[in-house]
Structure formats: structure tokens, C-alpha cells
Nanobody, 127 residues
Framework: QVQLVESGGGLVQAGGSLRLSCEISGRAVSTSAMGWFRQAPGKEREFVAAIVWSPDHTYSADDVKGRFTISGDSAKNTVYLQMNSLQPEDTAVYYC????????????????????WGQGTQVTVSS
């Protein structure tokens, strides 16, 4: 079973920064992409950013472009999310996601394109 383990969440003031990390533990597995989604209270889970391996290509939601940066290492099945200029509206549970198959994907922006998920890490931004 593939397990994704997130870390790095916490409480930060508006304008501050946090760095989230996610790694895959358990059985050896290859991934075609990894990404981050978030879910705020009372809202649906939404796409934040993704990185597709070989060659590495990144995708980001419009409201985080210029503030959040996704990076990672496909050999280590590790992905990071550097979050700068955080705002209260960024408060949410952030979930790491991975795709362990290599079939065609229509969109990297939807949760259904990923087959493995972490438990989530809370990010709270105070005003």
C-alpha cells in the first residue's frame, strides 16, 4: 500500500512563509506526478499545484502563482510546496497526492487524476 506522509504545516501570520513536504513510504513505487490540493472548512477540495516528472513540468492554480512554488525529486518520490506571502484565505488542510500509473491524463488539475493521498496537514494563516 502506498502511503504519503506530509509535514510542515502550522500557524503563521499573514505575509509569512511555510514549506510543506511529502514523501512516499511503504512499498517501492514509481509515480508519474505528485501534487498538492487543499480544502478549507465548508469548501470543496481544490487544486493547488502539481509536478509531472520527466521532463519535470509544473502546474499551479491561478491564485497561488507567484506565491507558491512546487518542486520535488522523482527518484525519491518527494514533493515540496514552498508557500510565501501567505494570506488568511490560504488557511486549509493541505493534501499531498500522487499518481502511480502512467496512462494518459486529461487534466492534472482534478483530484480524480491522482490515486494516492496523504492524510493532510493543517495550514492556518492569521491576519
Amino acid at each position: 500500500q502506498v502511503q504519503l506522509v506530509e509535514s510542515g504545516g502550522g500557524l503563521v501570520q499573514a505575509g509569512g512563509s511555510l514549506r510543506l513536504s511529502c514523501e512516499i513510504s511503504g512499498r517501492a513505487v514509481s509515480t508519474s506526478a505528485m501534487g498538492w490540493f487543499r480544502q478549507a472548512p465548508g469548501k470543496e477540495r481544490e487544486f493547488v499545484a502539481a509536478i509531472v516528472w520527466s521532463p519535470d513540468h509544473t502546474y499551479s492554480a491561478d491564485d497561488v502563482k507567484g506565491r507558491f512554488t512546487i518542486s520535488g525529486d522523482s527518484a525519491k518520490n518527494t514533493v515540496y510546496l514552498q508557500m510565501n506571502s501567505l494570506q488568511p484565505e490560504d488557511t486549509a488542510v493541505y493534501y499531498c497526492a500522487a499518481r502511480t500509473t502512467f496512462r494518459f491524463v486529461r487534466s492534472w488539475y482534478v483530484a480524480s487524476s491522482y490515486d494516492s493521498w496523504g492524510q493532510g496537514t493543517q495550514v492556518t494563516v492569521s491576519s
